[in-house]
């Protein structure tokens, strides 16, 4: 079955760490998306990529880096300079770039990443 | 900058009582409109696709409607497992979906 895999699941992080988030599609999708969610907030953008080996910056795109070097993959780097990084993450793919199919983003499970 | 409200907030229903969702948004432009629910813990799952005012779509229980200024998501006779989040999300031009913070739907048996 296609889809998107997001993983851990969950994700400790300790103050100064980097982590790594992981999400693969194989969907065939062009564009990848991360967004970040806190509790009663709606979804904000981090990076966007529309093509391998390029991206752009989301809104909160500070404390944070991707890479996009194969179509199936775009991992999420939370680094140390992100001051307050515990939050859901999802990660999202579309087809035909960023113009909107019928069927709009699909997205995976989600990552919980907390700092302990 | 573009923007999306919902309201309300949270809304708590008894089974079988109808009731909408409110979705405003400023954005020149606008591409699409967009209905996801979102289970907690889970990631969001498309619901519909709105493109111009006037448009409908319906899901069993669900319709989304869509005016020049808002969206509307009417949910007929709701069932308990219609609980979850519902995200409205917008398009304009060449930009990535921005998200409203979205509405907690409770339905009580």
């Known amino acids: 079955d296609g889809g998107i895999t997001q993983s851990p699941k969950y994700l400790f992080r300790k103050e100064g760490q980097n982590v790594t988030l992981s999400c693969e599609q194989n969907l065939n999708h062009d564009a990848m998306y991360w967004y970040r969610q806190d509790p009663g907030q709606g979804l904000r953008l981090i990076y966007y990529?529309?093509?391998?080996?390029?991206?752009q910056k989301g809104d909160i795109a500070e404390g944070y880096s991707v890479s996009r070097e194969k179509k199936e993959s775009f991992p999420l780097t939370v680094t140390s300079a992100q001051k307050n990084p515990t939050a859901f993450y999802l990660c999202a793919s579309s087809i035909q770039g960023i113009l909107p199919p019928n069927y709009g983003y699909t997205f995976g499970s989600g990552t919980r990443l907390t700092v302990v | 900058e573009d923007q999306v409200t919902q309201s309300p907030e949270a809304l708590r229903l008894q089974e079988g009582e109808s009731s909408s969702l409110n979705c405003s948004y400023t954005?020149?432009?606008?591409?699409?409109l967009f209905w996801y629910r979102q289970d907690p813990g889970k990631g969001p799952e498309f619901l519909f696709t709105?493109?111009?005012a006037g448009e409908e779509k319906e899901k069993e229980r669900l319709k989304a409607t869509l005016t020049k200024k808002e969206s509307f998501l009417h949910i007929t006779a709701p069932k308990p497992e219609d609980s979850a989040t519902y995200l409205c999300?917008?398009?304009?031009?060449?930009?990535?979906?921005?998200f409203g913070k979205g509405t907690r739907l409770s339905v009580i048996a």
């Open positions: 999300a917008v398009q304009a031009g060449n930009t990535p979906l921005v």
């Open positions: 990529s529309q093509i391998v080996n390029d991206f």
């Open positions: 709105l493109y111009s």
């Open positions: 954005v020149s432009g606008l591409r699409g």
